[in-house]
């Protein structure tokens, strides 16, 4: 007779709760984590208060003004980040019998960087590989890839510390753009300080740091300054169309707006002021079994993009306010 291990296999709701857990400590706080999980505050805080009762150890210490892990809560942290990762390997280490590249790719990416680049060479990859069936996500959003079950997120900006592995395609310098009509009226802020007198366009979404541009010191340190305007989206293009518009002052990768650039209906502002570290990046949550499908779509995107000869290039001389 076979023995069985009941209960010292959690149940799915513990699961669940881990991934709850997991956002809260990443998003800092309960209302945080319920707005990238589309939970309310109540309902994580049930679900993190549940966990702790099953594990019994308090995970977070809170006030009325903040929650911070406990040293407990840190090291459940970091296993819970290690048995995310086995999982993934494990789902891969399956599928890596097949030598071909088959099965379901779940992707996402920024709407911008999607409608000029990836959705445009997705068919060439689909007839290179006919046996993957890919699942494409447009969103500015930011996206749980190991959450909403994504293979691969390709995304713009600094590298910042995760539990995902990172590819880099691609240095994308990022700028404050405006039309020279706005210019003309508002003024050429000389330093961040002055975007306090500037309408500035913000992507906001739940989650979204896009109110707080980063900037750099004469001793090359990042610091944020506090941005605020009239006007939003959770949709960059829509920033992208009124800053041509004369709207106000946009916060873009250069790669998303160098065809306007280069025509003159878009000038750089604050270029001395910026940080260079931004980069294009596939991310995937996979440590050692990299499924086929996955190695086969990073590697046709680094192809394509360095075919491509829009990536990594610097302004003309022209572009500066």
Known sequence: MPMLFVGLWPSMSVFDDMAVFIRVVEQGSFSGAGRTLRMSPALVSSRIARLESHLGVRLFNRTTRKVTVTEAGRRYYDDCLDIRRRVADAEARVSEHDTMPSGILRLTSSTSFGRQFLAPMIPAFSSRYPDVSLQYRMTDALVDVFGDGMDVSVRIGPLKDSSLKARILSPCPRYIFASPDYLARRGVPETPRDLVDHNCLLLRFPGSRQFRWRFKDGKGEDY?????????????????????????LVFKTYFEVADEVKAGRLKIVLADHMPQDAYIAALYPYEKYVPPRVRAFIDFLDEAMKADGRFGQAPPKGAFA
């Open 224 to 248: 944020d300054v506090g941005v605020e305007g009239t006007l939003d989206s959770n949709n960059g293009e829509a920033l992208k169309e009124w800053a041509l518009q004369g709207a106000g």
